[in-house]
């Protein structure tokens, strides 16, 4: 537990830090006027505002991420430092501008997922990111009829962004409401489980002043999962964790490689393959109930599924499989070739994705198995069961992330909202997620943009030693593990 000073001079570090963005944000923020070119602005005072903001805030975060002196000290202390950020612009991204021209294409007839938000008609597509004013809706059917409600009930932009804001603000609160019982039910510290989760600078920087729908997301995940937890192997419990889960897909379909591991937190006593069947049947029909039923009611269908190609669009290192495509088509240049490695990396990754799930899966099946076969329970015999699905889960989308075709920093809140949770060690990460705080600009220009061909080749080598550094480790637990 940190020293009483240690913690007070966190929390007001953070707080200083959260004003010196939101000022940053209103001197050079996301607001809604036509796009600037990608740059670093002519402000420089915006920018050293917004790196000694964002500075401070990660630099509070990382001294606490042992734990805060208490759970409530927690709670406290990320609400704080939530104040000036709810007052300030849309920080680091334009996303929210096409969440509301998503809704009002919706909401005037138009499908968005047949058209982008130019051909849409959109009033406000001047405000959009350029890259994504002619791409067709990635999100589900659930969100955009989100969207449509909070174009409607904001009566404008303005009104829009606000309620955009309310929606990411509920959905954090519910993440907030289920994070002690998670914890609680995996055997990990409240107090450290709602410190990492909460007070993040990525939390409050994108989920809140961003008004990203992962917000949404992520809520309606860890409502479903504590569901699961609390109330495992009854069958109307089960169904309605499976259609919160199910409501989370149809917001980011990134999700579903959730499911897997939920349907391990289903079963309630022995994990047999009968019992898994039986459990996870029930959990699968409230998932896919939810789905239908979204698709239908808003008139949609699965047309959201062909959204997703076009979120690949975008092309910056942060993806490790970009990097390693970026990095293969500079060698081939140098070799009088052009390779096109990217698209190819990309799909290559995507199935490396599929394996790793599996594994991770089929991991924690195997232990689950084994701790009934032996009875191997012993520090808390209630944690076992959530806490393996719950980690399983986490390294699951911090798979998803790490070999995704784009990732951006918000894309970090996924794991970090699930490892919180019920990982043993927290460094590995937290690091990426302080990491990932430093990579947008007020007006949501990505640094990437500026580091193309060095950035590729740091990600390039971290990703070859932290493959090497796996294989050598599995290699030793193998060795290790008695016939």
Same mark, same amino acid.
């Given at each position: 537990m940190?020293?009483?000073?240690?913690?007070?001079?966190a929390?007001?570090?953070?707080?200083?830090?959260?004003v010196?963005?939101?000022?940053?944000?209103?001197?050079g923020g996301?607001?809604?006027?036509?796009?600037?070119?990608?740059?670093?602005?002519?402000?420089?005072?915006?920018?050293?505002?917004?790196?000694?903001?964002t500075?401070?805030?990660v630099?509070?975060?990382?001294?606490?991420?042992?734990?805060?002196?208490?759970?409530r000290?927690?709670?406290?202390?990320?609400?704080?430092?939530?104040?000036?950020l709810l007052?300030?612009?849309?920080?680091?991204?334009?996303?929210?501008?096409?969440?509301?021209?998503?809704?009002?294409?919706?909401?005037?007839?138009?499908?968005?997922?047949?058209v982008?938000?130019?051909?849409?008609?959109?009033?406000?597509?001047d405000?959009v990111?350029?890259?994504?004013?002619?791409t067709?809706?990635?999100?589900?059917p659930?969100?955009?009829l989100?969207?449509?409600?909070?174009?409607?009930?904001?009566?404008?932009?303005?009104?829009?962004?606000?309620?955009?804001?309310?929606?990411a603000?509920?959905?954090?609160?519910l993440?907030?409401?289920?994070?002690?019982?998670?914890?609680?039910?995996?055997g990990?510290p409240?107090?450290?489980?709602a410190?990492?989760?909460?007070a993040s600078?990525?939390v409050?920087?994108?989920?809140?002043?961003?008004?990203h729908?992962?917000?949404?997301?992520?809520?309606l995940?860890?409502l479903?999962?504590?569901? @699961?937890?609390r &109330?495992?192997g009854?069958?109307? $419990?089960l169904?309605? *964790?499976g !259609? #919160? /889960?199910?409501? =989370? %897909?149809? +917001?980011k379909?990134?999700?579903v490689?959730?499911?897997?591991?939920?349907a391990?937190?289903?079963v309630?006593?022995?994990?047999?393959?009968?019992?898994?069947?039986r459990?996870?049947?029930?959990?699968?029909?409230?998932?896919?109930?939810?789905?239908?039923?979204t698709?239908?009611?808003?008139?949609?269908?699965?047309?959201?599924v062909?959204?997703?190609?076009?979120?690949g669009?975008?092309?910056?290192?942060?993806?490790?499989?970009?990097?390693?495509?970026?990095?293969?088509d500079?060698?081939?240049? @140098?070799?009088g &070739?052009?390779?096109?490695?990217? $698209?190819?990396?990309? *799909?290559? !990754? #995507? /199935?490396l994705l =599929? %394996?790793? +799930?599996a594994?991770?899966?089929?991991?924690?099946?195997?232990g689950?198995?084994?701790?009934d076969?032996?009875?191997?329970?012993?520090?808390r015999?209630?944690?076992?069961?959530p806490?393996?699905?719950?980690?399983?889960?986490g390294?699951?989308?911090?798979?998803?992330?790490?070999?995704?075709?784009?990732?951006?920093p918000?894309?970090?809140?996924?794991?970090?909202?699930?490892?919180?949770?019920?990982a043993?060690?927290?460094?590995w990460?937290?690091?990426?997620?302080?990491?990932?705080?430093?990579?947008?600009?007020?007006?949501?220009?990505?640094?990437a943009?500026?580091?193309? *061909?060095?950035?590729? /080749?740091?990600?390039?080598?971290?990703?070859?030693?932290?493959?090497?550094?796996g294989?050598?480790?599995?290699?030793?637990t193998?060795a290790?593990?008695?016939?």
């Amino acid at each position: 537990m940190p020293f009483p000073g240690a913690a007070r001079l966190a929390r007001y570090a953070g707080l200083v830090g959260a004003v010196l963005l939101a000022v940053a944000g209103w001197l050079g923020g996301a607001l809604p006027r036509a796009t600037p070119a990608p740059g670093l602005g002519d402000e420089p005072w915006t920018v050293a505002l917004w790196l000694v903001g964002t500075g401070m805030m990660v630099g509070a975060w990382w001294a606490l991420r042992r734990g805060a002196p208490s759970t409530r000290w927690a709670y406290r202390t990320a609400g704080l430092w939530a104040l000036p950020l709810l007052a300030a612009p849309p920080l680091g991204s334009r996303d929210v501008y096409s969440y509301a021209c998503q809704g009002w294409a919706y909401a005037h007839g138009v499908d968005p997922y047949a058209v982008g938000v130019a051909g849409a008609g959109c009033p406000w597509v001047d405000a959009v990111a350029p890259i994504w004013r002619d791409t067709p809706a990635p999100y589900g059917p659930f969100f955009v009829l989100l969207a449509a409600l909070a174009v409607a009930l904001g009566g404008g932009l303005v009104g829009a962004i606000v309620a955009f804001r309310l929606l990411a603000v509920a959905g954090v609160l519910l993440t907030a409401g289920c994070l002690v019982g998670l914890a609680r039910a995996a055997g990990v510290p409240t107090r450290r489980a709602a410190w990492l989760a909460l007070a993040s600078p990525l939390v409050g920087v994108h989920l809140i002043a961003g008004a990203h729908n992962d917000a949404v997301m992520l809520g309606l995940l860890t409502l479903g999962l504590l569901v @699961l937890v609390r &109330r495992p192997g009854r069958p109307g $419990p089960l169904l309605l *964790a499976g !259609a #919160l /889960l199910g409501l =989370a %897909v149809t +917001v980011k379909a990134t999700a579903v490689v959730v499911l897997p591991f939920a349907a391990l937190a289903a079963v309630h006593n022995r994990h047999t393959v009968r019992a898994l069947l039986r459990d996870g049947g029930w959990l699968a029909g409230g998932a896919l109930g939810a789905v239908a039923v979204t698709s239908l009611l808003t008139g949609l269908g699965l047309g959201w599924v062909g959204g997703l190609t076009h979120s690949g669009d975008s092309e910056q290192w942060t993806s490790p499989p970009t990097a390693v495509g970026f990095v293969v088509d500079y060698a081939g240049g @140098l070799a009088g &070739r052009e390779p096109g490695a990217v $698209p190819v990396i990309r *799909a290559a !990754a #995507l /199935l490396l994705l =599929a %394996v790793l +799930v599996a594994a991770l899966w089929w991991r924690a099946w195997s232990g689950l198995r084994r701790a009934d076969d032996v009875g191997q329970r012993v520090a808390r015999p209630d944690a076992a069961r959530p806490r393996a699905a719950l980690l399983g889960a986490g390294l699951a989308l911090a798979a998803t992330v790490a070999l995704a075709p784009v990732v951006h920093p918000w894309y970090a809140t996924w794991p970090l909202a699930l490892l919180a949770v019920a990982a043993a060690r927290t460094t590995w990460f937290v690091a990426p997620c302080a990491a990932a705080a430093f990579l947008a600009l007020p007006d949501g220009t990505n640094l990437a943009r500026f580091s193309k *061909a060095p950035g590729a /080749l740091a990600m390039t080598a971290l990703a070859a030693g932290l493959a090497v550094w796996g294989l050598l480790r599995l290699r030793r637990t193998g060795a290790a593990r008695p016939d």
